[in-house]
């Protein structure tokens, strides 16, 4: 089954407007991470935001938050205040600690942000 | 110091060729992973070590063949690959084990096998 799940292949978002991207994960761990990555078409995977199970309060770096509900085992990144250099594909990613080694990835979503 | 080197950033090499990929972080991470990825998909998981010891092998062909000389190197060495090898390889190191750690990835060597 799979662990992360982001249905959104693509979006398109206006500059200086805000975007979701959707995340659902499963998980039986009652311990376990959530992560956002961001990937630009050069290739490097650049850490955006985390999660961590037991946070009561939604995570924020800057323009960017993670919406968490965690009886809906949702994870979604809100970028606000979209710049052109946000167009990349963007990955949601979870660590379980059961299998703490390995880090499971979505499918991504490439956002394109128009001028 | 907060990243991770890799060297080459791109290599074109024929099938019957022998190179190396390289990783190095300086962070004191001791796991350290190689990740396969193909253009437009989620990065795959290739190989982990921990504490320079090999702990995952994603049942990877042996054509690939890891190593770890030190807690800031990783190599990756590649001998009679196939064009479908071709794809960005990513290394990343995390601090340990444990949910909340995440990994720090560098930039990749996107390969061409010819």
């Known amino acids: 089954a799979q662990k992360i799940t982001q249905t959104q292949p693509g979006m398109f978002v206006q500059e200086k407007e805000a975007v979701t991207l959707d995340c659902t994960y499963d998980?039986?761990?009652?311990?376990?991470?959530l992560f956002w990555y961001k990937q630009p078409s050069s290739g490097e995977m650049i850490f955006l935001i985390y999660?961590?199970?037991?946070?009561?309060q939604n995570a924020t770096e800057g323009r960017y938050s993670l919406n968490f509900q965690k009886a809906r085992k949702s994870a979604n990144l809100v970028i606000s205040a979209s710049q052109l250099g946000d167009s990349a594909m963007y990955f949601c990613?979870?660590?379980?600690?059961?299998?703490?080694?390995?880090?499971?990835f979505g499918a991504g979503t490439t956002v394109t942000v128009r001028a | 110091d907060t990243e991770v080197t890799q060297t080459p950033k791109h290599l074109v090499m024929g099938m019957t060729n022998k190179k190396s990929l390289k990783c190095e972080q300086h962070m004191g991470h001791r796991a350290m992973y190689w990740y396969k990825q193909k253009a437009k998909k989620p990065p795959e998981l290739m190989f982990v070590y921990s504490y320079e010891k090999l702990s995952i092998n994603e049942s990877v062909p042996s054509r690939f063949s890891p190593e770890c000389p030190n807690s800031s190197l990783l190599n990756l060495h590649l001998h009679a690959l196939q064009p479908e090898d071709s794809a960005l390889y990513l290394c990343a190191s995390s601090q340990g084990r444990g949910a909340n750690y995440g990994y720090t990835f560098g930039s990749g060597t996107r390969l061409t096998v010819v």
């Open positions: 998980t039986s761990d009652q311990s376990y991470g």
């Open positions: 990613a979870m660590r379980e600690a059961h299998d703490d080694y390995k880090l499971s």
């Open positions: 999660q961590g199970s037991y946070d009561e």
